[in-house]
């Protein structure tokens, strides 16, 4: 029999079904929250906010992390922005609108509930950001400002300069640094999850590495929350911190938690060319910039051969020989179409030739036009430290007059290609953010839940804290309100110690292959084959050739890796070794899972399926679920389950940026 998935969605028309879930959900009474813990593992801004506000609402947290300090985690990098419905510009934004954008950005393959919930909660999320002090960006009135991203036709974006994650980690950062020092959140850094722990068909506990003394630890509670972000290091190259892994969420699953639409990996199309094979890290150059940077490359390929072999420069080229080309294709959204249109489009033009660097993968991101229009002060009020950035980079200052063509002057332009940035699929949760597991919960990026095929710029951090601040607290509470009944598990429970010595016998056979290679070196091949076959146009042979060889090199990992140094104290290459053991896995399920689903939609493009005019052709037909896929062991192919979507208030439909 199939199998069937309880995605918990009320009842109801999609506007109503959060305060109808709210109006009828269980709560924990406040007396028994004292009696009842909660491990959150990962500080970024999903699980911060969410450990702050679960020690608030009175229960006992435990919220661990891998690096020295929560304010370290990824979520730091985020630069452009995070997306409310205040509708402050008065551009006719509003709750729905931000759903509806969101669905069609994510080309209809979201749940339709989760979104309006999102969408709804948006709003709360800035103001408390606000009364965190978070400095977000002010209009001269006062007034915070906004500006746009991609997939839309208002501002709607929050912004504090090029810093916005950092700002608001700083500010959920404080919250949790208030309940720690209440004593309702105990914080423990440096220190790695490598096992979550089952007893009786529910999430009791976890393991934990402590990465400094290299010691396995034991943690129970009521409930397990992962927090801990996407699985875009899997291949090598990419825009997320170094340390950005997927272990928790792989032994998750591999636990029994499906795991939702891996294939949906977005590709942002703004990020510094890869420049070279010693490279280990990727810079993007924020969505923000697309506000008022105009991306082209030149009409002419004698041109584009010319700028290929440096014998001439973008600011050579005059107006009428430049293409506009996003303009040209998609005049409503012009250079704010939505990422995966956008990498496309940058692609199928470098394809073509026109590539404007020494390798031919790049294109210009031009500010001449708004530098002259507005002045050099405005831009680099609002784009000064990526500006910054990219010179230190590229020793390059897109805000240096280069020369002056019939009295125009032209601006030295960016070059951008796209990269790997962001996971949309991740641990499958219903709507209450419960994975299939009963009592593990996952929240952020490290979830499938609100994106569909492709994420809308500054949609991330909305998901995040959505998440942490509004939705979990909630939700979890379903399931605690008749948790505290039971005892506390012990942590000496038969379960616990079988789940420690497994992570400490993989520790020793990582450590006694006694191999040749580098975790990196090998990193690096698996990276290569991503790109290569799993990457921005997939095909059916491409996909199988990837399997192939991704095979073969977990093959090489399992018998000719070096790992120096012992088990006790800080070994860095030991953790990432593990970190590569997780990526092999979740490399085999983005293939299998692109593999199966023969249409392109999103961030999944499959070559096969395309319009005329090289758009992603998707099939409602026969794919219009979400594939959640259930681990069968190493090497074995996993069991694809099917959440079938249900739209009510949206019509499915083509997605269109051009009217
Ligand atoms: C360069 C860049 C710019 C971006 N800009 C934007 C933007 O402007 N707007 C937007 O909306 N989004 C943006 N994003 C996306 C956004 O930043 C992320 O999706 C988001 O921050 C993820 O938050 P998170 O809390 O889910 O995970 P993370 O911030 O990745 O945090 C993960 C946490 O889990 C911990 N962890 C991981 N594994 C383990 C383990 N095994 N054991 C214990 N702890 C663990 C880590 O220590 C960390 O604390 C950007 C992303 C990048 C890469």
Not at 229 to 257: E, H, I, P, W
Not at 549 to 565: Q, S, Y
Request: proline share 3%; with cysteine.
């Amino acid at each position: 029999m199939a199998k069937v998935i309880d995605s918990k969605i009320p009842a109801g028309p999609v506007p109503e079904k959060w305060k109808e879930y709210k109006a009828h959900q269980r709560l924990v009474n406040p007396k028994n929250k004292l009696k009842l813990d909660i491990i959150v593992v990962g500080t970024g801004l999903a699980g911060a906010s969410a450990a702050a506000s679960l020690g608030e609402m009175g229960f006992n947290v435990i919220n661990l992390c891998i690096q020295d300090s929560p304010r370290r985690a990824h979520s730091i990098a985020a630069q452009g922005g995070i997306n409310a419905a205040k509708c402050y510009q008065n551009d006719g934004d509003s709750v729905y609108r931000l759903f509806y954008d969101t669905v069609k950005g994510g080309d209809y393959r979201a749940r339709e509930a989760n979104v309006y919930r999102l969408a709804e909660v948006s709003n709360n999320i800035i103001d408390q950001c606000v009364a965190q002090g978070v400095p977000f960006a002010r209009e001269y009135g006062g007034m915070l400002a906004n500006r746009s991203f991609g997939g839309a036709q208002v501002s709607r974006t929050f912004y504090a300069k090029g810093q916005t994650g950092q700002q608001l980690l700083l500010g959920a950062y404080s919250s949790l640094s208030c309940q720690v020092k209440a004593g309702k959140v105990k914080l423990y850094t440096r220190y790695e999850m490598e096992d979550v722990v089952i007893v009786d068909g529910r999430a009791r506990g976890i393991i934990a590495k402590n990465l400094t003394t290299g010691e396995l630890e034991r943690f129970s509670a009521n409930a397990v929350v992962i927090a801990t972000g996407g699985y875009g290091n899997t291949y090598f190259l990419s825009t997320n911190a170094m340390g950005c892994n997927c272990t928790a969420a792989v032994q998750c699953y591999r636990k029994g938690a499906y795991f939702a639409n891996p294939s949906y990996v977005q590709i942002h199309p703004t990020c510094i060319p890869v420049h070279g094979d010693k490279q280990s890290k990727l810079t993007l150059m924020s969505e923000s910039l697309r506000n008022d940077g105009r991306i082209w490359v030149p009409k002419k390929i004698e041109d584009a051969k010319a700028l290929q072999a440096g014998t001439k420069q973008g600011w050579e080229i005059p107006e009428e020989d430049r293409d506009y080309y996003l303009e040209r294709r998609y005049p409503a959204f012009g250079n704010l179409v939505p990422r995966d249109v956008a990498s496309r489009a940058a692609k199928e033009r470098c394809d073509k030739g026109f590539g404007v660097n020494n390798t031919g993968l790049a294109v210009f991101l031009d500010f001449s036009e708004s530098i002259n229009r507005l002045g050099i002060d405005i831009i680099m009020q609002r784009y000064g430290n990526l500006f910054e950035m990219y010179e230190e980079i590229t020793d390059v200052f897109p805000g240096d007059v280069a020369n002056e063509i019939n009295g125009v002057k032209y601006y030295k332009p960016m070059m951008i290609y796209p990269a790997i940035h962001y996971t949309m699929g991740g641990i499958w949760v219903d709507y209450e953010l419960q994975t299939s597991i009963p009592g593990l919960f996952a929240i952020g990026e490290c979830n499938f839940s609100d994106h569909g095929a492709n994420r809308l710029g500054a949609s991330a951090l909305m998901q995040g804290l959505a998440d942490g601040y509004f939705v979990l607290p909630y939700t979890i509470q379903n399931y605690l309100a008749d948790q505290a009944v039971w005892p506390k598990v012990s942590t000496d429970l038969p379960e616990f110690a079988e789940a420690e010595k497994k992570v400490d016998a993989e520790l020793d056979r990582l450590l006694n292959i006694k191999g040749k290679r580098s975790v990196d070196s090998i990193h690096k091949e698996l990276g290569h084959i991503m790109w290569e076959y799993v990457g921005m146009g997939r095909t059916a042979e491409g996909l199988k050739t990837g399997l192939k060889k991704m095979h073969e090199l977990e093959k090489e990992f399992d018998e000719n890796l070096f790992v120096p140094g012992t088990k006790e104290g800080l070994n860095i290459e030991l953790d990432k070794a593990i970190h590569l053991r997780d990526f092999f896995t979740m490399g085999q399920l983005v293939a299998f899972d692109a593999l199966s689903r023969n249409e392109s939609c999103g961030g999944h493009f499959r070559e096969e399926y395309q319009t005329e005019e090289g758009e992603a052709k998707r099939d409602d037909e026969n794919y219009f679920y979400v594939g959640c896929w259930e681990y069968k062991g190493k090497g074995n192919e996993p069991e694809l389950i099917k959440e079938p979507l249900e739209y009510e208030a949206i019509k499915v439909q083509t997605r269109n940026y051009k009217n």
